[in-house]
Every structure is written in structure tokens, then in C-alpha cells.
């Protein structure tokens, strides 16, 4: 099962950043070939694992009141990839993101990630 995940980094206040998901083969057909949910969750140090954003196949998105008008979630079904464009970047917002991917076909268990480092200085 893999979903890899990329375009973390460092950042000052203020920026932007674009992080990709992209799933592999091996886990498409394991979901056969259908990835209901995707979405990208966080952690920073010392918190629990957050919601950030999640994005049905059809499109329909969902975000945390945090990251509401600053973040924009999207995929794109040919590439099986998940993209989350993050601007107007804060400290609050440094966390390692993690990409999550879930079918109906697997009763909808979240498959991870390896997370990406996003770190905002100020």
C-alpha cells in the first residue's frame, strides 16, 4: 500500500507551498482502481493528528476552519494524485502533513502516507 507524498519544506510567513500525494499501482489495485476519499492531515509536535482538507472523487472538499480560504485541496483521477496548495502560510501551520486515501470497496479504513515536513518560520 503506498501513497507518496512530496513538496515539503521550509518557508518564511507568508509563503506558499504545494504538497503532492500520489498513489501507486500496487494500491490502486488494491482498492480496485477506485479511491473514494483522499486528504492530507497534519501533526505538529506535541498535538494530535488534525484534519486539514479531504476531497471526495467527485470533487467535493471538505477543510478545517484553520486553513479555510488559505489551503485549496484537488486531484486529479488520471494521476491518482491528491494536490494540496497551501498560501498565505503561518508558524501555526508547521507540522509534518500526511496524505490519506480511503475506498469504499476497503469498508473505508485511511491508508497513509510517509509524512512531508512543513516548516514555516516567522
Known amino acids: 500500500v503506498q501513497l507518496q507524498a512530496s513538496g515539503g519544506g521550509l518557508v518564511q510567513s507568508g509563503g506558499s507551498l504545494r504538497l503532492s500525494c500520489a498513489a501507486s499501482?500496487?494500491?490502486?489495485?488494491?482498492?480496485?482502481?477506485?479511491?473514494?476519499?483522499m486528504g492530507w492531515y497534519r501533526q505538529a509536535p506535541g498535538k494530535q493528528r488534525e484534519l486539514v482538507a479531504t476531497i471526495t472523487e467527485g470533487g467535493a472538499s471538505n477543510y478545517a476552519d484553520s486553513v479555510k480560504g488559505r489551503f485549496t485541496i484537488s486531484r486529479d483521477n488520471a494521476k491518482n494524485t491528491v494536490y494540496l496548495q497551501m498560501n498565505s502560510l503561518k508558524p501555526e501551520d508547521t507540522a509534518v502533513y500526511y496524505c490519506?486515501?480511503?475506498?469504499?470497496?476497503?469498508?473505508?479504513?485511511?491508508?497513509w502516507g510517509q509524512g512531508t515536513l512543513v516548516t514555516v518560520s516567522s
Open positions: 490519506a486515501a480511503s475506498a469504499a470497496v476497503r469498508r473505508g479504513i485511511t491508508y
Open positions: 499501482r500496487s494500491f490502486l489495485s488494491f482498492v480496485s482502481g477506485r479511491i473514494n476519499y
